[in-house]
């Protein structure tokens, strides 16, 4: 299969110092999708680095598309991070939205730098949220409850640009962000979302969309 044309982002975030290159494909299809899984399950029969998942939603919400994918790391550092990006109608007041799911290792930092925000991960965030108030306090409570990989899976909302929303969690045992634009279209988190790992399948009937704006630099 031949390798997609890709586009290499600087490696360096403002906000959150060196991260691995950002590897960003200049098209979406199925042919890219499935050459970016291929780097990826290659990567992973690497004793470096486990496998990491490429989050997607499946199914696509009504009216959605596939806009990109992306991964992060080199043949040094292996592949420390993924990226999907979607289009489509927001939930709120009509016009565009676009979401894109990062799946990281701890200290990455390329879901903080589409959050707009400092620091490599949310870690320290997310543990004041859930420990600080006393139990039962409404903090404790997840703000968006999606599945993945048919398991409910609780984000909470963390700092952003305003521009846009953000949302952390953990899944596989690494850390699961969800940013939205614009910030208003978060709310899509409060709908029936299913995310699938690309990386054990990838559905024939996935819509591709103009290439995501976002994962090209323009977060």
Request: glycine share 16%; aromatic share 2%.
């Given at each position: 299969m031949r390798a997609p044309d890709l586009m290499h982002t600087d490696s360096r975030c403002p906000r959150c110092g060196p991260i691995p290159p950002?590897?960003?494909?200049?098209?979406?299809?199925?042919?890219?999708?499935?050459?970016?899984?291929?780097?990826i399950t290659a990567a992973a029969e690497s004793p470096k680095r486990p496998g990491l998942p490429l989050w997607c939603p499946w199914p696509l919400l009504p009216g959605w598309t596939m806009t990109g994918v992306a991964y992060a790391g080199d043949d040094h550092t292996?592949?420390?991070?993924?990226?999907?990006?979607?289009?489509?109608?927001?939930?709120?007041?009509?016009?565009p939205a676009d979401l894109v799911l990062v799946a990281e290792e701890p200290g990455v930092g390329l879901g903080s730098r589409f959050a707009g925000?400092?620091?490599?991960?949310?870690?320290?965030?997310?543990?004041?949220?859930?420990?600080?108030?006393?139990?039962?306090?409404?903090?404790?409570?997840?703000?968006?409850?999606i599945r993945?990989?048919?398991?409910p899976t609780p984000l909470w909302l963390v700092h952003s640009?305003?521009?846009r929303s953000a949302y952390a969690g953990e899944a596989r045992?690494?850390?699961?962000?969800?940013?939205?634009?614009?910030?208003?279209?978060?709310?899509l988190l409060a709908e029936d979302v299913v995310l699938h790992d690309l990386t054990e399948w990838t559905p024939p009937e996935l819509v591709y969309g103009a290439p995501s704006p976002y994962l090209h630099g323009q977060a």
């Open positions: 950002l590897h960003v494909p200049e098209h979406i299809g199925a042919e890219i999708v499935a050459s970016v899984v291929e780097r292996g592949i420390r991070a993924t990226a999907v990006a979607c289009a489509g109608p927001a939930p709120l007041g009509g016009g925000v400092a620091g490599p991960d949310p870690g320290l965030e997310l543990a004041e949220a859930l420990t600080g108030p006393g139990p039962g306090h409404p903090e404790h409570v997840a703000h968006a409850k993945v990989s048919g398991h640009s305003t521009d045992g690494i850390w699961l962000h969800a940013i939205a634009w614009p910030a208003s279209a978060g709310h």
